[in-house]
């Protein structure tokens, strides 16, 4: 569903959660409480970066007696002696580990400024979007959730979206891993909206591609796990497609494996295969040995060695 601004950006809402963006326990945590933001800041018609900086300003003019936060690492402190030492040990952690990051990145990339270049197709989507465009970081009709028609035409004039669930997964794993390397070098880095609309195609595709296999099963238990690590909610009708389409291709699969069953039942074992023959012999004696051993699932010449024996037990 599309997300159109419908309200005020909710600072004091917003303040908490940048708490957990920045103080998380985890990494979940902290891209729960980023995907939160991100859709507090949709909600007023902004971006999470011009939330962000909206909240920077409002903290900045605000006298520090009315910031409800003001004091509680001593109250904590009090409470919890060691609190301020632990959680300065956790951020120089998280540091530690983002430096880290980032040196790993610098030798894929090349440099910082690498990571960030647009891609050919960032480049193709801001061109063929950029007539829908519509005041600060959104297009016309749409903040966020599914575009609009207009917007899908330009989506896939750009690029079309990949036929299969696994060239689906494919990109939409490609982007998140784009983004989350910038994210790495810039914390408070926001995907344009181009890249972010192209992220909504590419999820709605992914609750609604049929893949009734074994293989796009386990590819959509899969996108069933990073929607749950995501750690936030979604839009119950795109849930409620996903289900659909999972029934869809897990009755298309068993009705399959039923059909073989039914129609593919040769015996396996020879005792199972000789009592087979004997009983097609029995009751439908005018049968080739090839028609047998085709039904049966053996060669024509056990069918024929069987049918001498038999004719020789009868004597």
Request: overall charge positive; charged content about 30%; hydrophobic content about 40%.
């Amino acid at each position: 569903m599309t997300i159109h601004p419908s309200s005020t950006l909710d600072m004091e809402k917003l303040r908490k959660v940048r708490a957990l963006m920045l103080g998380g326990k985890t990494e979940g945590e902290r891209l729960a409480a980023r995907g939160r933001a991100e859709v507090l800041a949709a909600r007023a018609g902004v971006t999470l970066q011009q939330a962000l900086s909206k909240l920077d300003a409002a903290k900045q003019a605000a006298p520090q007696s009315g910031n409800p936060f003001a004091g509680f690492a001593d109250w904590m402190e009090e409470k919890e002696p060691g609190y301020k030492a632990e959680q300065a040990r956790r951020r120089a952690d998280r540091e530690a580990n983002r430096l880290a990051r980032c040196k790993e990145l610098l030798a894929e990339y090349g440099s910082e400024k690498a990571v960030f270049v647009p891609t050919d197709l960032e480049k193709r989507l801001r061109r063929a979007l950029l007539p829908l465009r519509e005041g600060g970081d959104s297009f016309k009709g749409w903040v966020a959730g599914n575009p609009t028609p207009a917007m899908w035409a330009a989506i896939q004039a750009a690029a079309p979206l990949p036929d299969t669930l696994h060239g689906i997964w494919a990109e939409h794993a490609a982007w998140e891993k784009l983004v989350t390397d910038r994210i790495t070098f810039e914390p408070y880095y926001d995907a344009p909206a181009h890249v972010r609309a192209r992220q909504a195609a590419l999820e709605r595709h992914m609750d609604r591609t049929p893949a009734p296999s074994i293989e796009g099963m386990r590819a959509r238990l899969a996108w069933l796990a990073h929607l749950n690590d995501r750690g936030f909610t979604r839009d119950i009708h795109d849930d409620e497609a996903m289900i659909a389409t999972l029934r869809a291709d897990f009755e298309a699969i068993a009705a399959g494996v039923q059909g073989m069953c039914q129609t593919h039942t040769p015996a396996q074992r020879p005792a199972q295969r000789r009592a087979a023959v004997l009983d097609l012999l029995t009751t439908e004696p005018g049968l080739s040995d090839r028609e047998i051993a085709r039904r049966v699932g053996c060669s024509p010449q056990t069918v024929g060695n069987w049918r001498r024996r038999k004719a020789e037990d009868g004597r």
